[in-house]
């Protein structure tokens, strides 16, 4: 996700994500070694108070907090509650842990920084009409590989490689804000997560509009 939110419960019926256990330790181990080999710090353990919207939730809830398999994400059997001057949890709130935290734009960053210096990215508009592609390999301007990776989020709608697929553009937005009552311990979840970034900032979202590409 663009919030680098790493989240092994998900949907409105709190369900396991795919594979989320062997996932999860994948990627603290990863982030881990990311970590100490572009000595940045980028990766954070926390936890999100998911917000109970209806009472079937709570009942969803109540059955898989007792089930075994998913005691390593919903381990603690005790609701939370908030100030609901301050936050609106009037079924309270449930604890997903871990949950897994990356600092998104320190991680492009630091790895732009290490590929430079290891003289391993070219910084130029990629034209396609150059690209030569038959069984074995891929070149482009003498350089040769087996597969080629096309990394361009919506511009691959002018990519002439995929222009048979069917893609429609939809824009998502976050909002940063300042608040000095939520807390800024962990992810405080419900329709979107609010995300705490240090200083009583926070972030939100992210949203998405159809057909909305403007900046």
């Not at 996700?1 to 330790?25: C, D, H």
């Not at 998911?50 to 005790?78: M, P």
């Not at 991680?107 to 732009?112: E, G, K, P, R």
């Not at 040769?144 to 429609?168: D, H, Q, R, S």
Request: aromatic share 12%; glycine share 6%.
């Amino acid at each position: 996700k663009a919030s680098g939110l790493i989240n092994p419960i998900t949907g409105r019926r709190f369900v396991k994500s795919w594979m989320s256990e062997e996932l999860m330790s994948f990627a603290k181990e990863t982030y881990t070694e990311i970590e100490q080999k572009l000595n940045c710090s980028l990766f954070k353990e926390t936890k999100i108070h998911r917000i109970l919207q209806t009472v079937e939730q709570q009942n969803d809830w109540a059955s898989k907090v007792e089930d075994e398999r998913f005691k390593d994400f919903l381990g603690k059997k005790d609701l939370v509650h908030y100030d609901k001057n301050i936050i609106k949890n009037d079924l309270a709130c449930i604890e997903i842990a871990p949950v897994y935290k990356i600092d998104t734009p320190v991680l492009i960053s630091c790895l732009s920084d290490y590929y430079t210096q290891k003289d391993l990215i070219i910084r130029q508009k990629f034209d396609y009409s150059l690209l030569e592609v038959n069984e074995s390999e891929v070149d482009y301007k003498g350089i040769k590989a087996k597969k080629i990776i096309f990394c361009e989020g919506f511009n691959m709608v002018y990519n002439p490689f995929f222009k048979n697929i069917p893609l429609f553009l939809s824009k998502g937005e976050v909002l940063h804000f300042e608040a000095k009552d939520l807390p800024q311990e962990y992810v405080l979840g419900g329709n979107t997560n609010i995300i705490p970034l240090g200083n009583h900032t926070f972030s939100v979202g992210a949203s998405y509009g159809w057909g909305d590409t403007s900046p």
